[in-house]
């Protein structure tokens, strides 16, 4: 981490930018060339920038599994690049009923019920009677699905 600190002190005149060629398939090659090298060979600042904040990170946190934002259930997400989330989602639905020794074909498990739409529902029930209101914002305004959005909650 002081490596990125004492790179981050030079000033940005230090990055080394493609300089136009006369030859055009020399500039292609170039272009094709810088983009499929190491982040740290083309923009060693940038690429401390984000080392730094992959540390930032590590500190804060326990887990990587924290650091992806996985909406819905395993196949079914709102959001890509979840894939090893859903494999440990499974992993820990097939082993809860495992230990409950509940037979698959009948039942099924919520193991994310500490996380965004079931706990907030969760809170809900806990807070309100049956037909009680609260105050949110609707989607468009920055609002999320768990607030009361129709769809969701009957």
């Known amino acids: 981490m002081s490596m990125a600190l004492r790179r981050l002190s030079y000033h940005?005149?230090?990055i080394k930018l493609l300089h136009p060629l006369s030859n055009a398939s020399s500039l292609?090659?170039?272009?094709?060339?810088q983009l499929n090298a190491p982040l740290e060979d083309i923009d060693p600042e940038i690429a401390d920038i984000i080392e730094l904040e992959k540390a930032r990170q590590w500190k804060k946190r326990v887990s990587v599994m924290?650091?992806?934002?996985?909406e819905g259930y395993p196949g079914a997400r709102y959001?890509?690049?979840n894939e090893y989330i859903d494999m440990a989602e499974?992993?820990?639905?097939?082993?809860a009923l495992e230990i409950f020794?509940?037979?698959p074909a009948k039942?099924?498990?919520?193991v994310?019920?500490?996380s965004g739409s079931p706990s907030n529902f969760q809170v809900y029930t806990a807070l309100l009677k049956p037909h009680e209101r609260i105050m949110a914002l609707d989607l468009p305004h920055g609002g999320h699905l768990s607030h009361g959005y129709q769809v969701l909650f009957s």
């Open 112 to 114: 994310q019920s500490l």
């Open 101 to 103: 020794k509940l037979d």
């Open 79 to 81: 959001y890509g690049g």
């Open 12 to 14: 940005a005149s230090s």
């Open 28 to 33: 292609c090659y170039m272009w094709i060339k």
């Open 90 to 95: 499974r992993l820990c639905q097939k082993r």
């Open 66 to 70: 924290t650091n992806k934002y996985s």
């Open 107 to 110: 039942w099924g498990v919520n």
